[in-house]
T-cell receptor
Framework: AQSVAQPEDQVNVAEGNPLTVKCTYSVSGNPYLFWYVQYPNRGLQFLLKYITGDNLVKGSYGFEAEFNKSQTSFHLKKPSALVSDSALYFCAVREEGGATNKLIFGTGTLLAVQP | DGGITQSPKYLFRKEGQNVTLSCEQNLNHDAMYWYRQDPGQGLRLIYYSQIVNDFQKGDIAEGYSVSREKKESFPLTVTSAQKNPTAFYLC???????????FGPGTRLTVT
């Protein structure tokens, strides 16, 4: 069965420093991977996705994610954090050609950027 | 949030009453989804629909019902059989099942 894990409930970083939000996945075939961001009392916003091709994927608001097949990871990164990046971040996965085509979401990581 | 609307934003009901949450999209997406979000548990899939007049149970469908009579609309009814209905409910849609999903602003339901 496919699954996704976000090992950190919260990540704290100072403004201007680089940030990383971790995600690992488990699928039996090729993964489709997604990152979303949620601001308080709002719906989720799509940030970026990996389907195939270049392992470094660029997305919205200066975020990027690196796909690592050997480590089954898809960590979200940004070179310089902003206070406005503070939000809840979700990783999601689905399996290419899977029977249900459902996205499986992680439990979320709260990013807190201190000024 | 653009293209998907959920109403109302806040909803209050007495225990034992059924309540219907609205979800409408103008993105011409085939697939639509309902999730429940509770603190510390991420998103849990309630129901999803890959095409009009068809829908499937998700991971926590008990106590909920849906319909998909129109492509644009996917209302969710929270019935009195749902033991813990107080939660934040999110609707989403995608071009096709398995593609990236686009979310509405959510409805916060409180049942007392």
């Amino acid at each position: 069965a496919q699954s996704v894990a976000q090992p950190e409930d919260q990540v704290n970083v100072a403004e201007g420093n680089p940030l990383t939000v971790k995600c690992t996945y488990s699928v039996s075939g090729n993964p489709y991977l997604f990152w979303y961001v949620q601001y308080p009392n709002r719906g989720l916003q799509f940030l970026l996705k990996y389907i195939t091709g270049d392992n470094l994927v660029k997305g919205s608001y200066g975020f990027e994610a690196e796909f690592n097949k050997s480590q089954t990871s898809f960590h979200l990164k940004k070179p310089s954090a902003l206070v406005s990046d503070s939000a809840l971040y979700f990783c999601a996965v689905r399996e290419e050609g899977g029977a249900t085509n459902k996205l499986i979401f992680g439990t979320g990581t709260l990013l807190a950027v201190q000024p | 949030d653009g293209g998907i609307t959920q109403s109302p934003k806040y909803l209050f009901r007495k225990e034992g009453q059924n309540v219907t949450l609205s979800c409408e999209q103008n993105l011409n997406h085939d697939a639509m989804y309902w999730y429940r979000q509770d603190p510390g548990q991420g998103l849990r899939l309630i129901y999803y629909s890959q095409i009009v007049n068809d829908f499937q149970k998700g991971d926590i469908a008990e106590g909920y019902s849906v319909s998909r009579e129109k492509k644009e609309s996917f209302p969710l009814t929270v019935t009195s059989a749902q033991k813990n209905p107080t939660a934040f409910y999110l609707c989403a849609s995608s071009i096709a099942s398995g593609d990236e999903q686009y979310f509405g602003p959510g409805t916060r339901l409180t049942v007392t």
